[in-house]
């Protein structure tokens, strides 16, 4: 497979899960919308680690580290749009900050916040749409029409 065929893979899924997280918000199920606006934040990044360091992804749901992977990769660093990326991560990693915030996550030490865990309508839909902000920054460091890679 090509850098560009593991990308486009990647973005499948990210695009699959935000449908998901569409039909979360439809089912009125505003737990889940924040978790799996995460995983596909994190899909689509690991399909642009894959795509602009041509190297497979780490395995890792943390969205700080997957972000700091890809801005960090020197190849990706001295293109034109890795310079772009280190401008604008800012102003994006505050956004992918909150929507971690009310992800939904099974370790022993979210027992104590449960309740926490329980957002209501707005908080979801503010969440959404902060992830679908994310993955169009995102999409514009993939490929372009007609790349081959």
């Known amino acids: 497979m090509t850098a560009t065929e593991k990308y486009r893979y990647w973005e499948m899924i990210s695009d699959y899960d935000m449908g998901t997280a569409e039909d979360m918000v439809k089912a009125k199920r505003w737990m889940y919308v924040a978790s799996i606006c995460h995983t596909a934040i ?25 972000m700091n992977r890809l801005g960090g990769n020197q ?60 993955i169009s920054w995102l999409k514009t460091f993939g490929p372009g029409a007609g790349d081959d890679r």
């Open 42 to 66: 994190g899909r689509l990044l690991k399909g642009l680690i894959v795509y602009n360091t041509n190297k497979e992804t780490p395995k890792s749901d943390n969205l700080v580290f997957l």
């Open 75 to 134: 190849t990706f660093s001295a293109t034109e749009g890795g310079q772009r990326f280190k401008a604008e991560k800012e102003e994006y990693l505050d956004l992918i900050i909150d929507i971690t915030y009310y992800r939904i996550n099974d370790y022993p030490f979210s027992y104590q916040k449960t309740l926490d865990r329980f957002i209501e309508e707005n908080t979801a839909l503010e969440v959404l749409e902060k992830a679908k902000r994310v």
